[in-house]
C-alpha cells in the first residue's frame, strides 16, 4: 500500500456577488504529487454536472480565494481555511482520488514520466472531467480525464462480456443477462442467497456499483453483500461489504463507493441475505468507471508546453487476497478451468453439493447413511461417522464444544470460483479450501468416508484424507429432503424445506432438536435436560409407526415423551393420537407437520389437527 501523503483540507465558504453574509460550504480536500507534493499556487476544474471552480492560494497554503458556477449556472465568491493535512494514500478510493501511470511526447516519441497523484473533492457526487494547475515553481499542467467507456460517460456495463449468476429462473426469462441490459426485466432466484459475476474484456477499475431493485417484493431486495474484484478470476480481493440495506422503492438506484478501487476484469457479487423473502431479484446491476486516463499538456516554466497522457494505474498492493486460513485436507492436483455449471438443486440432506450452493446449520450424508459432514454454524464443519458418532475431521482444529457462538448465521459456500469458504455473519469469509480456479464443480460425501471437492470430469481436485475400509452402518436409516419417512431417524443430520428458509436439525451438542428460521433464529425446539438425562450426546429423532420420538440411541426400546419437560413444543410424541403416521415435513412456512398415509395433515408444530369431516 502507497505510504500516506498530507492532503490539504480547506474549510470553504462561499457567497452570492454583492452579498456581505459568508455561507458555511463543504469541506475542499486537495492533493498533487508528480514523485513529490507539489505546492499549488492556482488549481481550476470542473465536474460532471457541470460545475466550475478556480482558486488561488497563499504562499504558505493557509487559505484560498477564488469564484465557482454552481450546476444551475450561478456564479459564487468562495474562500477557504487550512483546518489540516489529513494523510492520503494515493489510489486507495478517496472520494476523488487518482493514480496514473503518465509519459511526456518528446522529440524521440513518447517517454515514460513520473506517476500522477491527484485529489480533488469538493464535497458534490459529480466525477471530476478536468482539472488545470500551476505550482509555486512556474511549472503548469492541464489535464482532461478520458472515461473507459466509448460513450464517454462514467457508465462502463457495456462493456461486459458475461454475467453468471448461481441461480436464475430461466423459465420465465429472468436471467443474470437482464441485469447488464438496461431494461425493467430483471434477475430472479429462487434463493436468499446467491453469486452473480460480470466479466470484462479488460482490466476497469470501477470506482462505483449501483444496483436497482426490481418491480416487486419489497422482501426479495438484497440487504447484505460482498463485493469482489479479481485480475484472472482466481485470486479475489473485498473491495465493498454492505449489511442492513434497504431500498424504498421499486426500480430504484442506489450507488455504492468502492472504498479501495483498482483495474480488474472480473467481478463478484455474493448477496449473503434478504429482507426476508426464500427468493432474490434485481433489476440491474451497473459499474461506473471516472476514468480509464487522461489526455492533456505539461509545461515547464520558461519552456514551451508538450503532450502529456496517462493511463489509470494498478493499485500498489498485491492483488492477493487477504490471506485465509485452510481447511485441513489435501489438494490433490490443480487444473486450471472456468466457473462450472450450477445446474440442478439442492436436495439438502444429499450427499452433494454443487457450486453456487451453502450449507447453513446443515447437513450432507453419503448415500449409504456411514458419514455425515454437518455445519453446526459459525464456520465449524465436522465429518462424524454415523454409528458411534464418532468425529472424523473437522474445519476448525480443537474441541468445537468449547469455540464461542454468536448470534448470526454464518455459512459455508462452494463460491463460483471452485473455493469452499466458510464465512462469518457478516459474509467476511474466514477459512478455505485453497481451490479457488481448479475447476470445481461440486464436494461429495462418499461410501468410504472421505469428503472430496471433484471437477467437471469427476476427478478429485481436494479430498479430507478420510476414507476408510472400515465402514459400519448405522442401525437406523438418515431422513433426507424436507421430510422424514416411517422408520428414518436424524442424528446430527438436518431436514430443509423446499425453499430452503426452515432447517430442523438434530444437534447432540445440546441434547435435542431445533427449527431454525430465516435469519437464523430458532423458531421451535425440544431437547433433554442435561441434569434430568446426564447424556444427551446418545439421542437421535426418529418417526416411528405410533408417533415421533426423541429416542435414546444406547436403548432402542426407549422412546421419551417430552411432556413434562422444558421444551416449547405441548408434545413432541403422537403415541395418543389414533392414526398411523407416514412422514414428518418441514414446510416453506416453517410449520413441522405430520401425515398420515392419505397426506392428511394430522399433527402440526406440536398440537393435534381437528380430524377431518368424515374420518
Same mark, same amino acid.
Given at each position: 500500500m502507497t505510504a500516506a501523503v498530507p492532503s490539504c483540507a480547506f474549510q470553504m465558504w462561499w457567497r452570492a456577488p454583492n452579498s456581505a453574509e459568508w455561507t458555511p460550504g463543504h469541506e475542499l480536500l486537495v492533493y498533487v504529487g508528480n514523485g513529490e507534493n507539489v505546492i499549488l499556487d492556482e488549481l481550476s476544474w470542473s465536474?460532471?454536472?457541470?460545475?466550475?471552480?478556480?482558486?488561488?492560494?497563499?504562499?504558505?497554503?493557509?487559505?484560498?480565494?477564488?469564484?465557482?458556477?454552481?450546476?444551475?449556472?450561478?456564479?459564487?465568491?468562495?474562500?477557504?481555511?487550512?483546518?489540516?493535512?489529513? %494523510?492520503?494514500?494515493?489510489?486507495?478510493? @478517496?472520494? =476523488?482520488?487518482?493514480?496514473?501511470? &503518465?509519459?511526456?511526447? *518528446?522529440?524521440t516519441g513518447w517517454q515514460p514520466s513520473e506517476r500522477l497523484r491527484l485529489l480533488i473533492d469538493d464535497g458534490s457526487n459529480a466525477p471530476l472531467l478536468w482539472t488545470a494547475w500551476r505550482d509555486r515553481t512556474g511549472d503548469s499542467c492541464s489535464v482532461a480525464l478520458r472515461s473507459a467507456s466509448p460513450t464517454g460517460n462514467a457508465d462502463v456495463t457495456g462493456l461486459v462480456t458475461h454475467v453468471w449468476a448461481s441461480a436464475e429462473h430461466r423459465d420465465a426469462g429472468e436471467v443474470a443477462t437482464n441485469l447488464i441490459e438496461g431494461t425493467p426485466s430483471k434477475w430472479f432466484a429462487p434463493h436468499d442467497r446467491a453469486s452473480l459475476e460480470f466479466r470484462f474484456p479488460h482490466p476497469i477499475a470501477a470506482d462505483r456499483y449501483v444496483l436497482t431493485s426490481a418491480?416487486?417484493?419489497?422482501?426479495?431486495?438484497?440487504?447484505?453483500?460482498?463485493?469482489?474484484?479479481?485480475?484472472? %478470476?482466481?485470486?479475489?480481493?473485498?473491495? @465493498?461489504? =454492505?449489511?442492513?440495506?434497504?431500498? &424504498?422503492?421499486?426500480? *430504484?438506484?442506489?450507488?455504492?463507493?468502492?472504498?479501495?478501487?483498482g483495474?480488474?476484469?472480473?467481478?463478484?457479487?455474493?448477496?449473503?441475505?434478504?429482507?426476508?423473502?426464500?427468493?432474490?431479484q434485481l433489476e440491474t446491476v451497473r459499474f461506473l468507471a471516472s476514468a480509464s486516463g487522461f489526455t492533456g499538456y505539461r509545461r515547464r516554466a520558461d519552456n514551451a508546453p508538450i503532450p502529456y497522457r496517462g493511463t489509470c494505474a494498478a493499485p500498489e498492493v498485491s492483488d492477493t487476497p487477504t490471506e485465509l486460513s485452510r481447511f485441513p485436507g489435501t489438494r490433490v492436483h490443480a487444473r486450471s478451468g472456468g466457473s462450472p455449471s450450477a445446474e440442478g438443486a439442492l436436495i439438502a440432506g444429499g450427499h452433494r453439493l454443487r457450486v453456487g450452493e451453502s450449507l447453513r446449520r446443515q447437513s450432507l450424508t453419503s448415500l449409504n447413511d456411514a458419514f455425515t459432514l454437518k455445519h453446526f454454524g459459525f464456520d465449524d464443519l465436522i465429518l462424524f461417522r454415523n454409528h458411534d458418532r464418532k468425529p472424523l475431521w473437522r474445519s476448525v482444529p480443537g474441541n468445537w464444544r468449547q469455540k464461542r457462538r454468536g448470534t448470526g448465521v454464518s455459512d459455508v459456500t462452494l463460491q463460483p470460483d471452485g473455493d469452499l469458504v466458510a464465512h462469518d455473519e457478516d459474509g467476511v469469509p474466514l477459512r478455505s479450501t485453497g481451490t479457488a480456479g481448479c475447476g470445481v464443480a461440486m464436494l461429495e460425501v462418499r461410501d468410504d468416508g472421505d469428503v472430496v471437492l471433484l471437477d467437471s470430469d469427476g476427478e478429485i481436485v481436494w479430498h479430507t484424507?478420510?476414507?476408510?475400509?472400515?465402514?459400519?452402518?448405522?442401525?437406523?436409516?438418515?431422513?433426507?429432503?424436507?421430510?422424514?419417512?416411517?422408520?428414518?431417524?436424524?442424528?446430527?443430520?438436518?431436514?430443509?424445506?423446499?425453499?430452503?428458509?426452515?432447517?430442523?436439525?438434530?444437534?447432540?451438542?445440546?441434547?435435542?432438536?431445533?427449527?431454525?428460521?430465516?435469519?437464523?433464529?430458532?423458531?421451535?425446539?425440544?431437547?433433554?435436560?442435561?441434569?434430568?438425562?446426564?447424556?444427551?450426546?446418545?439421542?437421535?429423532?426418529?418417526?416411528?409407526?405410533?408417533?415421533?420420538?426423541?429416542?435414546?440411541?444406547?436403548?432402542?426400546?426407549?422412546?421419551?415423551?417430552?411432556?413434562?419437560?422444558?421444551?416449547?413444543?405441548?408434545?413432541?410424541?403422537?403415541?395418543?393420537?389414533?392414526?398411523?403416521?407416514?412422514?414428518?415435513?418441514?414446510?416453506d412456512n416453517g410449520d413441522l407437520e405430520m401425515l398420515d398415509a392419505d397426506?392428511?395433515?394430522?399433527?402440526?408444530?406440536?398440537?393435534?389437527?381437528?380430524?377431518?369431516?368424515?374420518?
Open positions: 465536474t460532471a454536472d457541470g460545475a466550475l471552480s478556480a482558486v488561488g492560494f497563499s504562499p504558505d497554503m493557509a487559505s484560498c480565494y477564488g469564484h465557482r458556477r454552481t450546476p444551475d449556472g450561478d456564479v459564487l465568491e468562495v474562500r477557504g481555511e487550512l483546518r489540516g493535512r489529513p %494523510g492520503y494514500s494515493p489510489g486507495t478510493g @478517496d472520494a =476523488r482520488g487518482f493514480e496514473f501511470d &503518465t509519459e511526456v511526447e *518528446e522529440p418491480n416487486d417484493a419489497p422482501d426479495r431486495d438484497p440487504a447484505a453483500w460482498v463485493l469482489r474484484g479479481s485480475v484472472d %478470476g482466481h485470486l479475489w480481493r473485498v473491495l @465493498d461489504t =454492505r449489511t442492513d440495506q434497504s431500498f &424504498t422503492d421499486r426500480h *430504484e438506484s442506489s450507488t455504492y463507493p468502492i472504498t479501495d478501487p483495474a480488474y476484469a472480473c467481478y463478484r457479487l455474493d448477496i449473503v441475505g434478504n429482507n426476508g423473502s426464500p427468493h432474490l484424507d478420510t476414507a476408510t475400509t472400515d465402514v459400519q452402518l448405522p442401525p437406523f436409516t438418515v431422513a433426507r429432503g424436507d421430510r422424514m419417512l416411517v422408520g428414518q431417524s436424524l442424528a446430527e443430520q438436518s431436514l430443509t424445506s423446499p425453499n430452503g428458509q426452515y432447517v430442523l436439525v438434530h444437534d447432540h451438542q445440546h441434547g435435542g432438536t431445533f427449527l431454525y428460521g430465516p435469519q437464523g433464529q430458532i423458531t421451535s425446539w425440544f431437547y433433554l435436560v442435561p441434569a434430568m438425562f446426564p447424556d444427551p450426546f446418545g439421542t437421535r429423532l426418529t418417526l416411528e409407526e405410533d408417533g415421533l420420538f426423541l429416542r435414546w440411541s444406547q436403548d432402542e426400546a426407549d422412546g421419551v415423551d417430552l411432556r413434562g419437560v422444558r421444551k416449547a413444543w405441548d408434545s413432541l410424541t403422537t403415541a395418543q393420537f389414533p392414526f398411523h403416521p407416514e412422514q414428518v415435513v418441514v414446510r397426506g392428511e395433515v394430522m399433527w402440526r408444530n406440536g398440537s393435534k389437527v381437528d380430524a377431518v369431516p368424515g374420518r
